[in-house]
């Protein structure tokens, strides 16, 4: 009896293999669309299937924000586990995630959307220390940063020159850094002077930061 129950489970068994492999893959996951804060991290999809299947990380935004840390798998159970990076833009990032599923019979395919929320947009100079311009006049230089690309800076005094007064790079992939040199005029008072500078968005509306200097008294 033992002889013939071993031959037949063997002949079951292929005879299943082959019914699957004459019917088109099916492929299901427990979720269509993907929302990560900016701050990123780690998610898991579930996903099933009766072949073997393959995900592609396909960003939409021109950079490559997040990758999978497992693209495949065979017939049955699986897991995309799906690794975000930190988003530090004010812009939302987009992409999708493409599966494959294929046998003999046939491939079938599934997007899965992928966003990423923006950081609050922020426009700083990222090296400022207290600085005392000399009575005679003098310049610095200070690094501008900004999330946006899209700014400007504005001085209390208009006889202070700023090589530049405005960034108009917008929706950058990183965020953009710009040298801005102040030059300040003699002091022709007989007092320390205090002046601000102030970087905005544009056309001015949100005040990011306000930094104060000082000029030496003669």
């Known amino acids: 009896m033992k002889r013939l129950l071993i031959p037949l489970l063997i002949l079951c068994h292929l005879a299943i293999s082959c019914d699957l492999m004459d019917q088109e893959p099916q492929l299901t996951l427990d979720t269509e669309e993907l929302i990560f804060d900016a701050q990123g991290g780690l998610f898991d999809i579930s996903v099933e299937s009766t072949a073997s299947w393959k ?3 396909q960003p939409t935004t021109g950079f490559e924000f997040f990758s999978l840390l497992n693209a495949g ?4 159970k699986g897991t995309i586990r799906i690794s975000m990076r930190p988003n530090p833009l004010a ?3 987009a992409g999708v995630i493409k599966l494959v599923c294929s046998n003999e019979a046939g491939t079938q395919s599934l997007i899965v959307n992928v966003f990423q929320t923006g950081a609050v947009a ?3 100079v990222s090296d400022w220390n207290e ?3 000399p009575s005679e006049g003098g310049s610095f230089s200070v690094t501008i940063e900004s999330s946006t690309g899209y700014w400007g800076v504005i001085c209390d ?3 202070v020159q700023l090589n530049v007064k405005e960034g108009d790079y917008e929706n950058p992939d990183e965020p953009v850094f710009y040298m801005l040199t102040v030059t300040v005029p003699a002091n022709p008072s007989t007092e320390k002077r205090t002046f601000k500078l102030t970087l905005t968005d544009r056309p001015a509306q949100i005040i990011y930061q306000e930094y104060t200097f000082y000029q030496a008294q003669p």
């Open 131 to 133: 600085i005392t311009v």
């Open 122 to 124: 922020y426009t700083k």
């Open 157 to 159: 005094d208009p006889e």
């Open 91 to 93: 812009v939302v990032r």
């Open 73 to 76: 798998g065979l017939a049955g």
């Open 55 to 57: 995900a592609t990380a």
